[in-house]
Every structure is written in C-alpha cells, then in structure tokens.
C-alpha cells in the first residue's frame, strides 16, 4: 500500500470547497445525464423532483465528507434519497434503475471533482495521492448509501404489494370458494382475464428472509417466468403471507407450457425461491384446477429433503395425490421397499438402476445404456435390491414404481437410518 501523501486531505478539502460552491449546478448536471441515461426514471414530475433532491444531498453529503475528513461509518443517507427509493418501489420501477443511477450519478459526480483537480494543477504526486484519497471515500459512500437504499426499496415493495393486493386477494377467494361467478364483475376488479388458460404457481421461500424483502424476490421470479413464457398480459400475484404467493400466468388461448423453461428460470434465479406448478387449466374452473394442483405440489415440496427448486404436478402427481399425511407415506413406503428404504449410497444407487429398469419396460439392454453401464451390473443390481426386498422387480409393479418415486423425490424424508 503507498503511504498517504501529507497534503492530499488538504488538497481534497480545497476541490470539494470549490465543487460545494457549484452545487445547484452540480446536482441538475448530474440529474439531467441520469435522466438521458435511464428512462425509467423519466416522465413523473414529482418523482423527478425528489429524484434530484436526492442527488442534490447526496452530493453535498460526499461533498462534506471530502471537506471534513469524515468517517463513512458515521454518514448515514440523506432523507430525499430513502424518500426517492420508497417512490420507485410504490411505482414498480425496477430496483436496477435505482441502482443503475447511482453508479452513473457517481461517475458524473466524479468528472467535476476530477476536472477541479486538475484546474488546481497540484504537483503529480499530490494530484495522484488526492484522486486516490477522493476514490475511495467515494466509492465507500456509494457502496453504503446504495446497500441503505436498497433495502428500505426492498422493505416498502412489500408493504407496498401487501396493502395493494389485499382487495384482490379477497376476490380471489371469492373465485376459488364460489359456485357461481359473475366474470362481467370480476374480472376488472381482479386486472385479470379468467376467460382463458391459466398456470397456477406458488412461489415461496422456506424461511423468513432478513429485511422483509420475501415478497419482492417472489414477485420477481414470477415476472421472469411470465415473460420467458411469453405471456401477454401481467400475471396475477397475491401474497399469501411474507413468505408465499399465489400466482396465475395468463397463458390466453394457447395452454401449451414449456417445462424446461420455467425451470431454466428458477434454477438461474435467486436461490432461496423455490416454485411448484400445476398443470395448465382454462376458464374458471381451471384457475381453480391449476391452483388447487400448485398447493398440493407445495405441501409435498415442503417436506422434501432436500428441497426442489422446481416442480410441476403431473411430474410428482400420485405422490401429491396421496401425500396427505408424511408419516402414513413413509410407513407405506418402508413396507413396499424393505430394508432399501435405506438412506445410504449403495441403497441409493439400487433404487435408482431399479427405477430406471421399470421406466424402460424391465429391460436389462436398455437400462444399460441409459445409465451408460454394463448389462451384467444391472443384472447385478436388480438381482441385489430383489435380494434385499424380498420381491421381484416385474413390470406393472406399479405399488413398488410409486414407491421409488416418492422417494426421488422427498428424499430422506421417507427413508430409515441404518440404526432403525
């Protein structure tokens, strides 16, 4: 590290002095090139004006630190820049805007503090001992002051979805308990079509997250999915509580899905959401379908180990179906696979060789090459787990194929210690 230059505090005290006594036009400089720049910050007037407001304190407030020497630790963020984060978060701009102008708000704040530097035409290396000093108290600011503002957007986005959808909320339950449903009414008090092809989501998180920012993570995985999916309208989001929504994907009057889309998206986004899927439904009655699907789904993936980031229905449907109640399924279980429904390794493997064996019609060939092994090593295995079950492998063994589905699925939720 290189020794701090005696005078470069001083030197960076003499350009804020200077840049502070331009600071009206410092802030609208600054404001007009994060407008051009980004143009979801564009158009409200009033959001405009805060938005500069902030700027404006912000500026003063670096300002301040480079005049004084003053610890980050002990700036806090100016009042009209947590005031110009709860707006956007109200209005559904994307917290990348926010984030976006502040790194290019602080590139242009830099071209002033730098273009003073250079007017003060300072030796190099107190020139050079200056710009390092101003760069770092700066990037520090930066880094605090968005870390601050990030969350308190976050923070009221919840609030925000909560208050706003809890009318809608009631209506859906309206829709979902009701025999008869006026959709003239309905529909413009939900902002959603019914007369179409639906795909009931719940998105969800395990546990409560820091910062109450759950329900924007949810609503954000949910727009990625829509808009992968191509769907033409706004999904339909209800927070169910701080952890778990209710979603509908108005898939209008073409019900196909891709599959591997939906969970491209969810294995690439935030790891802490999981999303449980029904199939597609249509017309009233399917958006009761899909979601009483997607909930069956959830209660099943709750209880997995480990947790899926993704399911769809028809993949899991007969376990869904009869997942009632865990501890009659992992009894039920034990009594169809024996002493394999043991949590260990070579357990695991004789499961998996014997799943595949009755996928593939009990053919020993093509169980081989599915699992790129050879045909005596899956004679082996299925010889091995009949062995250890008590029973033959056969096809149309339909309790035993259940079986090794559920427990590919919920894991060692079902399975024995070597102890039991």
Excluded at 210 to 222: C, K, N, P, V
Excluded at 260 to 272: I, M, N, T
Excluded at 360 to 365: M, R
Aim: hydrophobic share 45%; net charge negative; with cysteine.
């Amino acid at each position: 590290m290189v020794a701090e230059h005696p005078e470069a505090a001083k030197q960076l005290s003499v350009v804020a002095e200077n840049v502070g006594s331009h600071l009206p036009e410092v802030g609208r400089d600054i404001g007009d090139y994060v407008l051009a720049e980004i143009p979801e910050l564009r158009g409200d007037a009033t959001i405009v004006k805060i938005m500069r407001a902030s700027i404006t304190e912000n500026a003063d407030t670096l300002l301040h630190v480079f005049e004084n020497d003053i610890p980050l630790e002990k700036v806090e963020g100016p009042a009209a820049a947590l005031e110009y984060a709860r707006r956007l978060a109200q209005r559904g701009i994307p917290l990348s805007a926010l984030i976006r102008a502040y790194r290019i708000g602080h590139w242009r704040f830099l071209q002033w503090c730098l273009d003073e530097l250079n007017r003060q035409n300072a030796a190099e290396d107190l020139a050079v001992a200056t710009n390092r000093r101003m760069l770092h108290a700066s990037f520090g600011y930066i880094d605090r002051v968005t870390e601050h503002v990030i969350a308190v957007y976050q923070h009221e986005r919840d609030n925000w979805l909560l208050s706003q959808t809890a009318a809608r909320a009631a209506r859906v339950r309206d829709v979902l308990a009701a025999t008869d449903v006026d959709l003239n009414r309905v529909e413009p008090a939900l902002g959603y079509r019914l007369r179409q092809h639906h795909l009931g989501l719940v998105a969800w998180l395990p546990t409560p997250t820091d910062g109450g920012e759950g329900l924007s993570r949810l609503h954000r995985i949910t727009d990625e999915i829509a808009q992968r999916l191509g769907c033409s309208a706004r999904p339909l989001f209800v927070p169910r509580d701080a952890i778990v929504s209710w979603v509908w994907l108005p898939l209008g009057p073409d019900g196909d899905v891709s599959w591997d889309k939906v969970a491209a998206v969810v294995e690439r986004s935030d790891p802490s959401v999981h999303v449980c899927a029904g199939d597609v439904g249509h017309d009233v009655e399917g958006f009761r379908a899909t979601h009483r699907q997607a909930l069956r789904v959830q209660e099943l993936a709750a209880v997995a180990d480990p947790v899926h980031r993704f399911t769809q229905f028809s993949a899991v449907a007969p376990i869904a179906l009869m997942a009632t109640n865990v501890d009659d399924i992992r009894s039920w279980v034990w009594g169809i696979l024996g002493p394999l429904a043991v949590d260990d390794e070579n357990s695991a493997r004789l499961r998996e060789t014997a799943q595949i064996f009755l996928d593939n019609g009990c053919s020993y060939t093509a169980t081989a090459s599915a699992q790129i092994l050879h045909k005596n090593t899956v004679q082996y295995r299925i010889r091995k787990a009949e062995e250890i079950m008590g029973h033959p492998i056969q096809k149309e063994h339909t309790d035993l194929e259940i079986a090794l589905r559920a427990v590919q699925y919920l894991g060692s939720t079902l399975l024995r210690t070597h102890t039991e």
